[in-house]
């Protein structure tokens, strides 16, 4: 089964530079979440789109921003980097109304800042 | 605010042996809980998901239990393989909100 892509797996960046993080979810998967995990924590909600609507919002930095696509697609853009933006940075789906929103992740994007 | 705590945070048994893992959250009003599996450096892969109406869910080797009004989950493993090994996380999700509220896990080795 098809499951949800995220690009690239791996990126290296220098502080004050800018990253952009993108998700494919799972095909008839309308509803998108961005999910930050830094060494050693659990994952902390970022944002959630649904129908390209910004749906919920948790501890995003300003100095992020997201947005979702017409083809659901989502890109996770971060600017002026910083030492602790360091992650791994999962993106999830999941379908309006089926299998009680249960939300399945991708292999997440790793990034490192220095 | 929902907090999740899981305990134990790491359980190292023989192969064969059943495993509880236990999952505590301070606000019962969820919508839903999941278990999750991680592998280390990897994604999250989602084992079970209750529904706030449900008591248990059952795949394979693995049953997860739900009880709203002691704030508890629990997350049974029959017959552990080494290839169990991993780091289990439940999280909660509650109404209103799209936000998984994740526990610090429990990092599980399974021995042959």
Known sequence: ?114 | KQEVTQIPAALSVPEGENLVLNCSFTDSAIYNLQWFRQDPGKGLTSLLLIQSSQREQTSGRLNASLDKSSGRSTLYIAASQPGDSATYLCASRSYNTDKLIFGTGTRLQVFP
């Open chain 1, 1 to 114: 089964a098809a499951g949800v892509i995220q690009s690239p797996r791996h990126l290296i960046k220098e502080k004050r530079e800018t990253a952009t993080l993108k998700c494919y979810p799972i095909p008839r998967h309308d509803t998108v979440y961005w999910y930050q995990q830094g060494p050693g924590q659990d994952p902390q909600f970022l944002i959630s789109f649904y129908e390209k609507m910004q749906s919920d919002k948790g501890s995003i930095p300003d100095r992020f921003s997201a947005q979702q696509f017409s083809d659901y697609h989502s890109e996770l853009n971060m600017s002026s980097l910083e030492l602790g933006d360091s992650a791994l940075y999962f993106c999830a789906s999941s379908r309006m109304g089926q299998g009680w929103y249960e939300q399945y992740f991708g292999p997440g994007t790793r990034l490192t800042v220095t």
